[in-house]
């Protein structure tokens, strides 16, 4: 099942912001409303190698484990993070309420607690610890004033 184009013109603009959420008693995560629809209501959530969780619509997955799936394995490097996106790699349902649980081995290994980072990155949203997110952008800021990247060098904001 492909993404139609509109919707996935809508998916890759739609995934922007970053709201601060709190889990429930049982691990769960109400999707702000806002995102919902382009969401769909299957979602797969799988782990970063950065410490983070990302969530996609189930449509957005399967082009993302396609690339990931025909990187070469022989690389310890890049069979490490394959067995981290594929391995963690989850397919859940929004419940009727906009919920999505997360398992306890993804909050274990996001250090999530009670509350989550919800980060749109496009396509996908980054779910991180409070304490994670803060360390990410401690970092972004550290880089951006130290080292900036050469590919920023020419980018005007």
């Given at each position: 099942?492909?993404?139609?184009?509109?919707?996935?013109?809508?998916?890759?603009?739609?995934?922007?912001?970053?709201p601060?959420?709190s889990l429930?008693?049982?691990?769960?995560?109400?999707?702000?409303?806002?995102y919902?629809d382009a969401?769909?209501s299957?979602?797969?959530i799988?782990?970063?190698?950065?410490?983070?969780?990302?969530?996609?619509?189930?449509?957005?997955?399967?082009?993302?484990?396609d690339?990931?799936?025909?990187l070469?394995?022989?690389n310890?490097?890049?069979k490490?993070?394959q067995?981290l996106w594929?391995?963690?790699?989850?397919?859940?349902?929004?419940d009727?309420?906009?919920r999505?649980?997360?398992?306890?081995?993804m909050?274990t290994y996001?250090?999530?607690?009670?509350?989550v980072?919800?980060?749109?990155q496009r396509?996908?949203?980054?779910l991180?610890s409070e304490?994670g997110?803060q360390?990410?952008?401690?970092?972004?800021?550290?880089?951006w004033?130290?080292?900036?990247?050469?590919?920023?060098?020419g980018?005007?904001v």
């Amino acid at each position: 099942m492909g993404i139609s184009g509109k919707r996935w013109d809508n998916l890759l603009h739609m995934f922007n912001g970053a709201p601060n959420l709190s889990l429930d008693a049982k691990g769960r995560m109400a999707i702000p409303t806002r995102y919902r629809d382009a969401l769909g209501s299957n979602i797969v959530i799988t782990a970063d190698p950065s410490g983070c969780l990302l969530l996609f619509p189930a449509d957005a997955w399967q082009p993302f484990e396609d690339r990931v799936s025909a990187l070469p394995n022989m690389n310890p490097r890049i069979k490490a993070m394959q067995r981290l996106w594929l391995g963690y790699m989850t397919e859940t349902e929004v419940d009727a309420a906009g919920r999505v649980v997360l398992s306890l081995e993804m909050r274990t290994y996001a250090k999530i607690d009670r509350k989550v980072q919800f980060v749109g990155q496009r396509d996908r949203f980054e779910l991180w610890s409070e304490a994670g997110w803060q360390k990410e952008i401690e970092l972004a800021q550290h880089s951006w004033r130290e080292d900036i990247p050469a590919e920023l060098a020419g980018l005007s904001v």
